[in-house]
């Protein structure tokens, strides 16, 4: 099986399938560390590198057909979609409500006073999060809940899903039927953060967009926390706006 993806929660995958006695075949990121878990071998790949250039090499390497996606921003397309290849990506967020960054997803969940967050485990198709359901690891969202909280808590619930789901993937064994959706569908990406100037006086805004230690893995929403912020210090209050 091929690794695709960055940071911890790919390596503990990786490390945690080639225990478990999976082939590790491939693993694919910006940081040659994340193969040595598996000894395996490495394609350098930073995010937003064309994944999809090494269609031929990534079909002629994988073993078992077989390819993870974890914290993995590079977009699957064609010809790597029609090589047959089983592809499954590991998101963080329950799909199809929660589409698009987790980084974003987390902050209009909790700014929408949703009580429930997760990890889902789809097939990728040619859409962006929008492949087929195969399982999801729920759990509540506390009221007082703040964004790197919950973002924790959403690493957690995805490397638990993946260790969960590997048995039965590798083996081809059908998994359980997964829930019923987590509906209405909602895509959350840049755009939807360049409106996050209009929310700053909602009260749970604080909480939704402390980023805590996340602030380095998810530069587009600090750099929107940060727009909003000035935004707000350059916008006169109703009693300046007035003052003759």
Same mark, same amino acid.
């Given at each position: 099986?091929?690794?695709?993806?960055?940071?911890?929660?790919?390596?503990?995958?990786?490390?945690?399938?080639?225990?478990?006695?999976?082939?590790?075949?491939?693993?694919?990121?910006?940081?040659?560390?994340?193969?040595?878990?598996?000894?395996?071998?490495?394609?350098?790949?930073?995010?937003?590198?064309?994944?999809?250039?090494?269609?031929?090499?990534?079909?002629?390497?994988?073993?078992?057909?077989?390819?993870?996606?974890?914290?993995?921003?590079?977009?699957?397309?064609?010809?790597?979609?029609?090589?047959?290849?089983?592809?499954?990506?590991?998101?963080?967020?329950?799909?199809?409500?929660?589409?698009?960054?987790?980084?974003?997803?987390?902050?209009?969940?909790? $700014?929408? #006073?949703? *009580?429930?967050?997760? /990890?889902?485990?789809? !097939?990728?198709?040619?859409?962006?999060? +929008? @492949?087929?359901? &195969?399982?999801?690891?729920?759990?509540?969202?506390?009221?007082?809940?703040?964004?790197?909280?919950?973002? $924790?808590? #959403?690493? *957690?619930?995805?490397? /638990?899903?993946?260790? !969960?789901?590997?048995?039965?993937?590798? +083996? @081809?064994?059908? &998994?359980?039927?997964?829930?019923?959706?987590?509906?209405?569908?909602?895509?959350?990406?840049?755009?939807? $953060?360049?409106?996050?100037?209009?929310?700053?006086?909602?009260?749970?805004?604080?909480?939704?967009?402390?980023?805590?230690?996340?602030?380095?893995?998810?530069?587009?929403?600090?750099?929107?926390?940060?727009?909003?912020?000035?935004?707000?210090?350059?916008?006169?209050?109703?009693?300046?706006?007035?003052?003759?």
């Amino acid at each position: 099986m091929i690794f695709v993806g960055d940071g911890a929660l790919l390596r503990r995958a990786v490390a945690h399938a080639a225990a478990q006695g999976h082939p590790v075949d491939l693993v694919c990121s910006a940081d040659p560390q994340d193969a040595t878990a598996g000894g395996a071998p490495h394609l350098h790949l930073p995010a937003p590198a064309d994944l999809n250039a090494h269609a031929e090499a990534l079909t002629r390497t994988c073993t078992d057909g077989i390819v993870w996606s974890l914290n993995n921003r590079r977009i699957f397309r064609a010809p790597l979609l029609s090589r047959g290849l089983r592809i499954l990506n590991v998101h963080n967020g329950l799909l199809p409500r929660h589409r698009g960054l987790p980084s974003a997803a987390v902050l209009f969940a909790l $700014l929408n #006073g949703e *009580r429930e967050y997760g /990890a889902t485990l789809h !097939e990728v198709d040619a859409g962006i999060d +929008t @492949g087929r359901v &195969l399982a999801v690891r729920r759990f509540p969202v506390a009221p007082e809940a703040r964004h790197f909280q919950v973002m $924790l808590h #959403g690493v *957690r619930a995805c490397q /638990a899903l993946f260790e !969960e789901t590997l048995p039965a993937v590798a +083996t @081809g064994a059908p &998994l359980p039927p997964p829930p019923a959706p987590a509906g209405p569908s909602a895509y959350h990406g840049v755009r939807a $953060l360049a409106r996050l100037a209009a929310h700053r006086d909602h009260p749970a805004y604080a909480r939704a967009t402390d980023l805590g230690p996340f602030a380095a893995h998810a530069p587009e929403l600090a750099a929107a926390i940060a727009r909003a912020a000035s935004a707000a210090a350059h916008c006169p209050s109703p009693q300046e706006r007035y003052t003759f």
